[in-house]
Nanobody, 115 residues
Framework: QVQLVESGGGSVQPGGSLRLSCAAS????????MGWYRQAPGNERELVAV???????DYAESVKGRFTISRDYAKKTVYLQTNSLKPEDTAVYYC?????????WGRGTQVTVSS
């Protein structure tokens, strides 16, 4: 059974930082493409960042230069370091894993950026 468990969300002021984590189990982490998505109220879910099994990364234009995705193969965990947070980054952040044509989702972690 595949499980993706996100953590690290919270409330911060504009300009602050958070480090999101997603612990994966039940999946061949070493071959999975891992990603972070987010969904704000009234909006569709959107891709934030993705990292391939080989370590290549890609980011949404809105977060380039502020967010960094990384992965730890030994811990089967993917991270999203979020810096210089803006109110428009407020959303539920979801972890995604794709392997062998199947996508899996975590339950999400709330990030709120407000003064």
């Amino acid at each position: 059974q595949v499980q993706l468990v996100e953590s690290g969300g919270g409330s911060v002021q504009p300009g602050g930082s958070l480090r999101l984590s997603c612990a994966a189990s039940g999946i061949m982490f070493s071959i999975a493409t891992m990603g972070w998505y987010r969904q704000a109220p009234g909006n569709e879910r959107e891709l934030v960042a993705v990292i391939t099994s080989g370590g290549s990364t890609d980011y949404a234009e809105s977060v380039k230069g502020r967010f960094t995705i990384s992965r730890d193969y030994a811990k089967k965990t993917v991270y999203l370091q979020t810096n210089s947070l803006k109110p428009e980054d407020t959303a539920v952040y979801y972890c995604n894993a794709g392997a062998r044509g199947v996508n899996y989702w975590g339950r999400g972690t709330q990030v709120t950026v407000s003064s």
